[in-house]
């Protein structure tokens, strides 16, 4: 994290360096203000680096473009990185035959705040997948307590969700969703939750109101594992 920070003063010391050598010798003030606004951008993208890798997902909502994006960023950059966010595109793309063995090489000292708590996610989705209630639970207490309970309040009620489920308090998962849905900024996280409100909604026997949110899902054609569970979904209530 210190290098990183130490890192982004060297560049905008050379910048301001810049910008105060060529002040001397270049007249057109436009000029040196497009330089300047040029070595700006060209700091901010170093800058942000790994934020914006995200992109595909959190705002297309295309996990497959994701993972293509992740493998030709990342390929020559630290394995960490890379398996990290293979791992998670896995998650949305519904590959998990990689994403342990992927999750288990990932060196967590060198991930950011917001990179540890993807760690924690795909973790926890993993287990899920295994229907493990209690590993679950615990699991998800461990996260909860940790460093993440206040920054990430909203990310740590979705995940309570799949624990509502397997616990089967499917009047809860409505409930919820009806809360959590309008408070979500990025696409693929309502998609997901559509997706366990279609289930609650089956288990409670009501239909009609699953088929209506399975509807609204599959129509959108996101090219996320959540839309295809969606529509295997939907083609099995509408042959019964």
Same mark, same amino acid.
């Given at each position: 994290?210190? !290098? !990183?920070?130490?890192?982004?003063? #060297?560049? #905008? #010391?050379?910048?301001?360096?810049a910008y105060m050598i060529l002040s001397e010798y270049v007249s057109d003030i436009v000029l040196l203000v497009g330089f300047v606004s040029l070595a700006l951008l060209i700091v901010g993208y170093g800058y942000t680096g790994r934020k914006s890798y995200g992109f595909n997902l959190e705002s297309l909502c295309d996990a497959p473009k994701y993972l293509e994006n992740i493998n030709a960023k990342l390929k020559n950059k630290d394995e960490t990185y890379l398996l990290l966010y293979r791992a998670y595109g896995n998650l949305y793309n519904g590959d998990l035959s990689t994403i342990e063995s992927d999750i288990n090489r990932v060196d967590t000292t060198k991930l950011s705040k917001k990179e540890r708590f993807m760690y924690e996610e795909i973790k926890l989705k993993l287990i899920y997948n295994n229907k493990d209630i209690d590993g679950y639970r615990n699991k998800l207490i461990e996260i909860t307590n940790g460093e993440f309970n206040k920054v990430y309040a909203n990310e740590l009620l979705v995940l309570k969700t799949p624990l509502y489920l397997m616990n089967e308090q499917y009047e809860l998962v409505v409930e919820t969703m009806f809360e959590l849905i309008p408070l979500q900024k990025n696409r693929f996280r309502v998609i997901e939750l559509e997706y366990y409100l279609s289930l609650a909604y089956i288990e409670l026997g009501k239909e009609n109101d699953a088929i209506a949110v399975l509807e609204f899902v599959v129509k959108r054609d996101f090219k996320l594992d959540y839309t295809i569970k969606c529509k295997e979904l939907i083609d099995k209530l509408q042959s019964n």
């Open positions: 994290m210190l !290098k !990183k920070y130490v890192k982004l003063l #060297i560049q #905008i #010391i050379f910048v301001f360096g």
